[in-house]
């Protein structure tokens, strides 16, 4: 649980980072919209293997999400004890992953 907690903590800081404002400290303007095709949106890539985000993407069962976030979060704890940093910020993508895909299908009460 308080692995759950942590992770849902660390991706609203993350997102929280990410917001761009202007120098009065008021967010971004949006730009304007016009009558031109939108360019499409690229998707920044992620860290690990994109099969395991497809994975993620396609389950549909509550406890099997769970589980995969728990399995994430093990792989996170056992590699911050070995100081492999670069592989925890996978196993953190992943359980982002799986919390997101949680989100979704509703899963939390």
């Known amino acids: 649980m308080r692995r759950a907690v942590f992770a849902i903590v660390l991706?609203?800081?993350?997102a929280a980072c990410?917001?761009?404002?202007?120098?009065?400290?008021?967010?971004s303007e949006q730009p304007k919209t016009t009558s031109a095709p939108k360019p499409k949106t690229i998707q920044?890539?992620?860290?690990g293997n994109p099969a395991v985000y497809a994975r993620i993407a396609k389950m549909t069962n509550?406890?099997?999400?769970?589980?995969q976030f728990e399995f994430a979060a093990a792989n996170h704890d056992r590699d911050i004890d070995r100081g492999a940093?670069?592989?925890a910020?996978?196993?953190?993508?992943?359980?982002?992953?799986?919390?997101?895909?949680?989100?979704?299908?509703?899963c939390y009460p």
């Open 44 to 47: 920044a890539k992620r860290p």
């Open 11 to 14: 991706c609203s800081l993350l």
């Open 89 to 106: 910020v996978i196993d953190t993508e992943y359980m982002s992953a799986a919390d997101d895909r949680m989100r979704e299908l509703m």
């Open 62 to 67: 509550c406890s099997s999400l769970q589980e």
């Open 18 to 27: 990410s917001t761009t404002t202007d120098e009065t400290n008021q967010p």
């Open 85 to 87: 940093v670069d592989l």
